[in-house]
């Protein structure tokens, strides 16, 4: 197995991390919701929430445990 050690920056804003079915990684400032297949913030929660990709990897076997907080 071959192994990379990579070093990412992360906003200060950021509390929470997840990974998408597709296997997309996103930072979020609010609790994400599981959707059909990726993780979102409702646009009745608040509009100016601030979210960003991080990455794209490989896809996780059940996304929806790909949820971590962030501080």
């Known amino acids: ?3 990379l050690k990579v070093e990412l920056i992360v ?3 950021v509390n929470w991390m997840a990974v998408d079915e597709n ?3 996103w930072m979020y400032e609010s ?4 959707n059909v297949d990726v ?4 646009f ?3 509009r100016k929430r601030k ?3 991080l990455y794209e990897g490989k896809p996780p076997k059940n996304w929806k445990e ?3 907080t962030w501080s």
């Open 51 to 53: 979210f960003k990709k």
């Open 66 to 68: 790909e949820l971590y």
């Open 23 to 25: 296997g997309q990684c």
């Open 44 to 46: 009745n929660v608040e």
């Open 1 to 3: 197995m071959n192994t």
């Open 11 to 13: 906003p200060k804003w």
């Open 31 to 34: 609790k994400p919701i599981a």
């Open 39 to 42: 993780w979102f913030i409702p």
